[in-house]
């Protein structure tokens, strides 16, 4: 049948399903528009010439009439929309019950208008004339007390206005009195709200490698790495050996980000994910440059072989420069050096101190500035 | 750059023109070392391709790049990953340029702010491009004087769109002064103590400049993806393997 509404008995094919008229049968209504009905089963074809309820989903005028609810021109305007995409179906005669005429013209008197400013047309299968009078013999809908003005596509103002629920929290006020800006949180905008926090993010930026909530919450328990792993930014895990072995091991290469560090205590830097100092020894003023030019931080300013402090807290390790560090070009700092030993012969570390390089200069605009006698 | 004036040769030394085969110049970058440029993702929509692209340096004039000009290729061009064309946020490329430039009096890369250092609200900073209002695209690099105007009211100017925390608004309430079509990518800066100049924003949208204008111009906040373009040069120099 040309339906998928048909009865069983059309179900085997026989010529009676040729004959649409024979394929009557009621089905739950399902089109999320019209769920709100005073009645809950419906028939097709409809009044608008859908064949089937998908159809009716996808079609203009179940996206014309919720729009052109918000304008308030007619109050039943909804329902009336929904007795012709989804028409009541009587349980007992597997009829299609319809709109009344009255309900109809009052409709496309109060609203036909409005479509016209926007260079609409009324849609054409609805015409009236083709509904009963309601009184006469043929039985047909008028709204009920009770009937919804609005469908759950909308979003009821509290003056009574229905918006499109899209528009509930957007940021713009829609209803004639603003409520559907009120009590915002991130539920009613469907966003996940930050614990500890109202920040509201889309959930797909939960565990994403990019922290959006304070403290990071986002971001929090997203992998479950074995004690010999760590956790990449992307939440990969990968073996500790290989953090900060300047090679990328991480898909989003953060297992090589933030190895390098500077601050008033000198230079350190991670190794198998743990913070190491660099032993003075064979360092050489090449690294020095590559350590600030690698941190983004222009040029070294000041070198300094600190003697450490052997009363400073904390467990001694140290880093040696690499025998090969020169040949390993275009590798960052921390895959030019390498663990030896706890000791550092010298017992001195290296301390350095970066400035911008002149960056930020405009030496042409002072070439054009030197005095001119008048 | 609209109510602008013509810059004087060498007044932007980071200024660079963002160019694509016969279009010629599209966008505005801003040198910030001498491998890498910064521009805004926007440009790069339906031209993603590195070998499409020329960035241009040292201009003055467009129709006449002149000896100072120095002219590269793009070897790569890295957008945001959350860059979101819709609503124009995370508008922000990391541009790998083929080869350094030499740095001379007119071409010299800007400074990146410090993480978290912001310009002053209310404060006056620069805008320059070789933008127009949809006429004739003028050929002497523009410059513009705007004030920088705080996130919440720059909000109350666009009741239709979200400004974000990667955004800057800078301008004026006439619009008066403000970047338009062809200056997007290009720089607003700021100038700090001891003379030095640092980028705080790059053109990205704002209100029709074509016809009367109204509300300041959008930037994406350049403090805000610092951290992400210092990784970006590490990673695609010191982690290319």
Same mark, same amino acid.
């Given at each position: 049948?040309?339906?998928a509404s048909c009865q069983s ?24 528009l019209c769920m709100n009905l ?123 206005? +229905?918006?499109?629920? #899209?528009?509930? %929290? @957007? &940021?713009?006020?829609? /209803?004639?009195?603003? *409520? =559907? !800006?009120?009590? $915002? ?51 990969? +895990?990968?073996?500790? #050996?290989?953090? %900060? @072995? &300047?090679?990328?091991? /991480?898909?989003?290469? *953060? =297992? !090589?980000?933030? $190895? ?92 350095l101190f970066c400035s911008r ?18 | ?241």
């Open positions: 049948c040309s339906s008995s059309c179900g085997g094919g026989g010529s009676t399903c040729n004959l649409r008229n024979n394929c009557t049968a009621c089905e739950p209504i399902s089109l999320e005073p009645y809950n089963l419906t028939s097709y074809p409809n009044y608008l010439g859908h064949q089937s309820q998908r159809e009716s989903a996808v079609s203009w005028e179940s996206s014309l009439f919720p729009a052109l609810v918000q304008t308030g021109c007619y109050q039943f305007l909804m329902f009336y929309a929904c007795t012709l995409l989804v028409p009541k179906c009587d349980p007992l005669t597997l009829q299609r019950v319809p709109p009344c005429r009255s309900l109809c013209r009052t409709a496309k008197e109060k609203c036909e208008s409005v479509l016209g400013i926007v260079g609409l047309q009324w849609p054409e299968d609805s015409d009236c004339v083709q509904f009963p009078e309601d009184g006469g013999d043929a039985s047909c809908l008028l709204p009920e007390d009770g009937v919804d003005e609005c469908s759950p596509s909308h979003f009821k103002c509290r003056s009574g206005r +229905c918006v499109l629920a #899209t528009k509930r %929290c @957007d &940021g713009h006020p829609d /209803c004639d009195d603003r *409520s =559907d !800006e009120d009590h $915002c949180g991130c539920s009613e905008r469907a966003l996940w709200e930050c614990p500890g926090s109202s920040v509201c993010i889309q959930t797909s930026m939960i565990c994403d490698g990019f922290p959006d909530c304070p403290l990071l919450v986002d971001e929090a328990n997203c992998s479950v790495c074995r004690d010999n792993e760590v956790s990449c930014n992307n939440h990969q +895990c990968v073996h500790r #050996t290989l953090w %900060c @072995d &300047g090679r990328k091991h /991480c898909s989003d290469s *953060s =297992d !090589e980000w933030n $190895c390098v560090s500077l601050d008033s205590s000198g230079l350190t830097v991670l190794r198998t994910a743990s913070e190491y100092q660099v032993c003075a020894d064979e360092w050489n003023p090449e690294l020095s440059a590559l350590t600030c030019q690698q941190l983004g931080l222009g040029v070294p300013s000041y070198v300094a072989m600190v003697t450490d402090d052997p009363r400073s807290p904390g467990r001694r390790r140290w880093l040696h420069v690499h025998p090969e560090w020169s040949q390993r070009n275009g590798t960052a700092l921390q895959g030019r050096l390498e663990k030896r030993s706890h000791a550092c012969h010298s017992r001195k570390k290296v301390s390089d002149d960056c930020g200069l405009r030496p042409a605009v002072g070439v054009h500035r030197h005095r001119k006698k008048r | 750059i609209l109510g602008g004036r013509v810059s004087r040769r060498g007044a932007w030394p980071w200024q660079c023109s963002l160019q694509s085969g016969q279009s010629g110049h599209v966008c505005g970058c801003v040198l910030i070392a001498r491998r890498w440029a910064l521009t805004v993702a926007h440009c790069f929509e339906g031209r993603e391709r590195a070998d499409l692209w020329t960035v241009v340096l040292g201009l003055s004039n467009l129709d006449h790049p002149g000896v100072h000009s120095q002219r590269r290729g793009v070897r790569s061009i890295i957008v945001h990953p959350r860059y979101n064309r819709a609503v124009v946020d995370y508008d922000i490329s990391v541009v790998q340029l083929d080869a350094e430039v030499e740095e001379t009096l007119y071409v010299r890369p800007v400074c990146l702010p410090r993480p978290s250092q912001l310009p002053t609200p209310d404060s006056y900073c620069y805008i320059t491009g070789w933008g127009h209002m949809g006429n004739r695209m003028p050929f002497k690099l523009q410059e513009g004087a705007v004030r920088i105007i705080s996130l919440s009211q720059c909000q109350s100017y666009f009741d239709m769109k979200t400004i974000t925390p990667r955004m800057l608004c800078a301008g004026y309430d006439a619009g008066t002064v403000d970047s338009c079509m062809g200056d997007s990518g290009g720089p607003l800066v700021c100038e700090g103590p001891g003379g030095f100049w640092t980028l705080f924003g790059l053109t990205s949208w704002g209100s029709v400049c074509f016809s009367k204008v109204l509300g300041p111009g959008v930037y994406s906040n350049v403090t805000h993806f610092t951290p992400w373009i210092q990784q970006q040069i590490y990673l695609n120099t010191y982690l290319v393997h």
